[in-house]
């Protein structure tokens, strides 16, 4: 069984940064593409950025392009979404998500394992 445990979250003012960990447990995570995905308040859960495997390839939301920064380390187990220059929308829950697909999708229904999520507060 796969599971995954973020953290990082917090509150931090406009123009901060924080840096958010995925760490998982189970499964094979060297071969599985990892994303981050966010709900804000009354909105649905969104895309926000995702790596595959390896680590060469990676999109992102372009509503955190050039802001936010994902990267994996396989020896740990962990993936990492650093996000600079947050702003007071960027406040949501974040969760990460593994896929065993072998793709590198950009949509919910292509991971397979899901964290809990982690509170992240941008004040303005």
């Known amino acids: 069984q796969v599971q995954l445990v973020e953290s990082g979250g917090g509150l931090v003012q406009a123009g901060g940064s924080l840096r958010l960990s995925c760490t998982t447990s189970?499964?094979?995570?060297?071969?599985?593409?990892v994303g981050w995905f966010r709900r804000a308040p009354g909105k649905e859960r969104e895309f926000v950025s995702t790596?595959?495997?390896?680590?060469?390839?990676?999109h992102y939301a372009d509503s955190v392009k050039g802001r936010f920064t994902i990267s994996r380390d396989n020896a740990k187990n962990t993936v990492y979404l650093q996000m600079n220059t947050l702003k007071p929308e960027d406040t949501a829950v974040y969760y990460c998500?593994?896929?065993?697909?072998?793709?590198?999708?950009?949509?919910?229904?292509?991971?397979?394992?899901w964290g809990q999520g982690t509170q992240v507060t941008v004040s303005s």
């Open positions: 998500a593994a896929s065993s697909s072998g793709l590198v999708p950009i949509v919910e229904y292509g991971y397979n394992y």
């Open positions: 189970g499964g094979t995570f060297s071969s599985y593409a």
């Open positions: 790596i595959s495997w390896g680590g060469r390839v990676t």
